[in-house]
Structures are given as C-alpha cells and as structure tokens.
C-alpha cells in the first residue's frame, strides 16, 4: 500500500489571503481523514505565508494520523518542531520569493547545517525525511547523514510534456527510488503531483508515501474535500493493483 499524505498548505492560502478565519485547515485535516488520507502535510513557512503557528498546535491535538511537517533548517522552526514533536519532519529548501519549493534540499552542499537540525529532531524523537532533487549524490550524502527517508521532488516530471521528456524523468526517479531503497531509507515523493500524472509514481516499486496538497485542495473547490482525497486515494490504490 501507498500511503498517501495531504498537504493542507493551501486551504491555509486561501484563509490568509483575506486573513480571517476560514476556511480552516485543521477542519481540512479531519475530512481528509474522512477521505481515507494516511497523513497530514503542512509547512510552517519562516515568513507565515500561510500555515500559521496556531495551526501546527491545533493539529497535533487533533490529527489522528500521521502528521508531516515541513520546514527548513532554521533555528526558530525547529525549536517549535521539537516542542510541537510531528510524528516526522521533511526538511525542504525555503527563499522568501519563491511562490512554493522550487527544488530539492541541498543535503550534499549544506551537510552539517543538515545533520545539526537533523540531530536536534532525533533528540525530540522526531523521524526525518529529506526532500532531495533526483540526484544521487543527493542520495549519498541522505544515506551519509542516516536519514529515515527521502522525499523525491518530483517537480521537473509534473512539468514535463507528456511523451519521451517525462519518460526521461520519470526513468530519474525509478533509478533514484532504486538508490534510496538499497540504502535502507523509506522511499516517499511529492510535489505537482496531481489527478493525471500521480500513477505512474505511485507505481514505482517499493514507494511508501505520496504528498500531495495543491491538487487535492483545487479539486476540493468542486467537489468538496472528503471527495477530494477519497479520489486521489482510488487512483493510488488502483494504480499499485495494476502496476501502472
């Protein structure tokens, strides 16, 4: 089975673009449950853009799943993820003028600031997952630091144009989901995945997790969140029994 975690980010975007008080992710949360997802995802961003510190309490009181938070490796987060104690952190890359995560984590080039966020997460009792580009030695340098799993970035294939471009991406992260399993880390991935292009990842042998947010959240304008989730929950399941 893929597990699939939700990312509630954007019901919060959507609350703060008039800064009031709905909707509320933390009611997303629970129809996401209703809705079959096996995790929340929420990133509490340096800048508060949209997932508030509020919002991460509230969720770890009430979250009956699995509950991811993302967040980069600065000292102010990570003091709250430590107090706040998530079931597991994904740490991801921040810039203020990025409009979201551009790209991976640059674990192999920032390696100790890496591993001193890392152990401090440890201590708390906190699973880390990293968020690295399809790269390997991306991959080494995660193996290197011991990391319990690694979050493919899958943005360059959700751009790609159907046929031998996304082919080719998809073939990077079959070859780096390989790496990351004979490492012994947990396989997990996300980013742009959507109702169109999440069966092809969803096959790859040995994934444990899927985070999906901007998708889920778009088609829940329509057809209501539990709805939402509960479809991106069938294509997931489906595409593992097929293979495809």
Request: with cysteine.
């Amino acid at each position: 089975m893929v597990h699939l975690g939700v990312n509630i980010d954007h019901v919060a975007t959507l609350r703060q673009a008039r800064r009031t008080y709905e909707p509320d992710p933390i009611w997303a949360a629970a129809l996401a449950e209703l809705g079959g997802a096996d995790g929340i995802t929420l990133h509490l961003r340096e800048d508060r853009r949209h997932i508030q510190d509020r919002d991460l309490h509230l969720l770890r009181q009430t979250v009956a799943v699995k509950l991811n938070l993302e967040m980069a490796c600065s000292q102010e987060i990570l003091q709250i993820a430590c107090r706040t104690k998530p079931d597991q952190v994904t740490l991801v890359p921040e810039r203020r003028e990025e409009v979201t995560t551009e790209g991976g984590l640059d674990a192999a080039g920032q390696r100790d600031r890496v591993a001193a966020t890392m152990a401090a997460l440890r201590d708390a009792g906190i699973a880390v997952s990293l968020f690295l580009d399809p790269d390997p030695r991306e991959i080494e340098a995660a193996a290197a630091l011991e990391a319990d799993a690694v979050e493919i970035h899958t943005g360059r294939y959700c751009l790609a144009a159907a046929g031998p471009a996304r082919d080719a991406e998809l073939e990077a992260i079959s070859k780096t989901a390989a790496l990351i399993r004979r490492a012994g880390m947990t396989l997990h991935a996300g980013h742009g995945l959507n109702y169109h292009n999440v069966r092809p990842i969803a096959a790859i042998e040995g994934m444990h997790e899927l985070n999906i947010g901007h998708s889920i959240v778009a088609r829940a304008v329509m057809v209501g969140f539990q709805q939402a989730v509960r479809e991106m929950r069938q294509l997931i399941d489906d595409a593992v029994g097929r293979g495809q």
